[in-house]
């Protein structure tokens, strides 16, 4: 059975995995710290922060993780996608397929989730 936690920890946990996070992966500091701001706000269990927490947890997430994705994807190099891909044909391939099968999945899901599609 899960231990109750106070409040304190509770709000305490995302500002200390952020700082962690920061200084450990620089680069991880915008997406934790949306995440660790969703937390804090869902936490905060204020009636004021109610629709701004509604609105970080799924909106705004969502926004975020497309502009970060965008932006980490811009900034690899041709050679770096080569050193981990590796320039073999079939190894390309590979990587396409998976790319490719993660994108059909994640509709099927998100689809299903909206009941689109029921099984």
């Not at 320039?87 to 299903?112: C, E, H, Q, V």
């Not at 989730?113 to 029921?118: A, G, K, L, P, T």
């Amino acid at each position: 059975m899960p231990r109750k936690i106070s409040v304190l920890q509770a709000l305490l946990f995302p500002i200390l995995l952020l700082i962690v996070s920061a200084l450990l992966v620089p680069s991880s500091a915008p997406i934790i710290g949306a995440l660790a701001f969703g937390n804090i706000l869902r936490e905060w269990n204020s009636r004021s922060c109610e629709r701004l927490a509604k609105t970080a947890a799924n909106e705004l997430m969502n926004i975020l993780t497309i502009l970060v994705t965008i932006n980490v994807g811009s900034t690899m190099s041709y050679d770096y996608i080569v050193a981990i891909v590796g320039s073999d044909p079939s190894a390309i391939m590979n990587f396409l397929a998976k790319i490719t099968f993660t994108f059909i999945w994640g509709s099927i899901r998100y689809f299903n989730s909206r009941r689109y599609i029921s099984w």
